[in-house]
């Protein structure tokens, strides 16, 4: 038995499935998962004693690679003068007037502790600000685990095979409207029905919680558009994209302007950060200025803002998105290629550090009932075939890869390398 198999069997004891996160149960793709006993670099360390080059990035916060030298030491140095205060510090000044530099959407920002927060609060500002129940969102879009958001949602919902949870009383979801991605006449339909009843949508710019699938050209100004027609509040979820498909996320790479954005993973360097803001007409609806309340103990953690604020100053130096861009597109080519070479029909798609393959006869996958048909046997077998070659990518079909400033050419020629052999197998 392999110590991560031990550590599994006695974790399932006392922490429910042996995880505090679905999706790390491996339930996507069967067999036990790797316990990680530390994280350099582009690689990751199991307990025993594998090394493997990873894709999930704790699942995008590690845009720089793990441990990096100056989010370790802003980390240790802020420790130093205490764990928290709940009360203001001159570090969430700097982290907001940062944040509000890199997306110029934003005037405001509110600090919390996780994307399901950030969305979640964006949801009731948008309903407090306009006075209206229904949001709008995408099938296979996943903005954390919130009531309302936790309806035909992607993620660890979709791998479990649970689209809308159990708890989740019908009278919440039946204000959650879903629509198809990338068809904007499913959304103009729903506007129609409903002209003064939806208090915004929320989309995913590029939607990684279905496998990768961006944005097909015109979809997200459209939507900003029927927004527009309809006033209801534009919410655009980068919690995974923000600092990832360019330094000022994904509405900086498709040029679209949302009133609400929310962030995560990478704007906390590791740490459980999660923010939303935008315009300051919105924002000040929000506790204390206005009526929307919203709150929280830890958040603006000062070694959260001391991570963070050391990540977003790595990331604003152009050579990290130009690295990531290039080598994450060789990845995507590499792979289509590969795979080409072995006959296994591939559709592969990416936005700067954000990639997603497919095992699919489609040319494109636009999609969730396209990532729906996809042979996800032939992911798992992939799947198991790679991490015995070293290549940890995430343990679901429905789930994007992320590539980090850490990633060098050598890593990827290797992961290609791999995944060639491993194509080779499945036929
Ligand atoms: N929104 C998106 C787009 C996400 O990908 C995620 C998490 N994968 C969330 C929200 C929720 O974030 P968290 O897990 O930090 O609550």
């Not at 809308?164 to 506007?191: C, K, M, R, W």
């Not at 906390?268 to 204390?288: E, H, R, T």
Request: aromatic letters at 8%; charged letters at 15%.
């Amino acid at each position: 038995m392999s110590r991560s198999e031990q550590l599994f069997s006695q974790a399932q004891q006392t922490i429910p499935g042996g995880v505090n996160s679905p999706v790390r149960a491996f339930n996507g793709v069967g067999g036990t998962p790797l316990f990680i006993e530390r994280a350099e670099g582009a690689r990751i360390y199991d307990v025993d004693g594998n090394s493997y080059i990873d894709y999930v990035g704790s699942w995008g916060p590690m845009i720089l690679g793990h441990n990096h030298p100056a989010i370790h030491q802003a980390v240790v140095d802020a420790a130093a003068k205490g764990l928290s205060f709940g009360a203001p510090t001159a570090s969430e000044i700097a982290m907001a007037d940062l944040v509000c530099k890199l997306v110029p959407s934003m005037d405001q920002v509110r600090m919390v502790n996780s994307g399901t927060e950030a969305t979640m609060s964006a949801i009731r500002l948008a309903r407090g600000y306009t006075g209206r129940d229904k949001i709008l969102k995408f099938e296979g879009c996943y903005h954390g685990h919130a009531d309302s958001l936790l309806v035909k949602a992607g993620s660890g919902a979709l791998t479990l095979g649970q689209p809308s949870s159990p708890g989740i009383p019908a009278d919440f979801a039946q204000h959650t409207l879903t629509a198809t991605y990338n068809d904007l006449a499913s959304v103009e339909a729903l506007f129609a029905a409903y002209p003064e009843d939806i208090a915004c949508i929320i989309v995913e710019p590029v939607a990684g919680n279905m496998n990768c699938i961006p944005p097909l050209p015109g979809f997200l100004q459209g939507l900003r558009d029927i927004c527009d027609k309809y006033q209801a509040v534009f919410i655009i979820d980068e919690v995974m994209t923000g600092f990832r498909v360019a330094l000022g996320g994904a509405q900086a790479y498709y040029e679209v302007t949302p009133d609400l954005t929310c962030l995560g993973k990478v704007i906390g360097g590791g740490m459980p950060v999660g923010a939303f803001g935008g315009s300051k007409k919105i924002m000040d609806k929000l506790a204390p200025v206005g009526p929307v309340y919203q709150a929280g103990t830890l958040s603006g953690n000062p070694i959260a803002m001391a991570a963070g604020l050391a990540a977003l100053n790595a990331i604003k130096d152009p050579a990290v998105h130009q690295h990531l861009n290039q080598i994450t597109e060789r990845l995507a080519q590499g792979l289509k290629q590969a795979a080409e070479r072995q006959g296994i029909p591939l559709a592969v798609n990416q936005v700067g550090a954000m990639l997603g393959f497919f095992f699919t006869e489609a040319e494109q996958v636009t999609n969730f009932a396209q990532a729906c048909a996809c042979d996800s046997e032939r992911f798992k077998r992939f799947f198991h075939l790679m991490l015995e070659e070293g290549i940890y990518l995430a343990p679901s079909a429905f789930e994007a890869s992320f590539t980090s400033f850490a990633h060098s050419e050598a890593d990827i020629d290797a992961t290609l390398a791999a995944a060639e052999r491993c194509f080779a197998k499945l036929k």
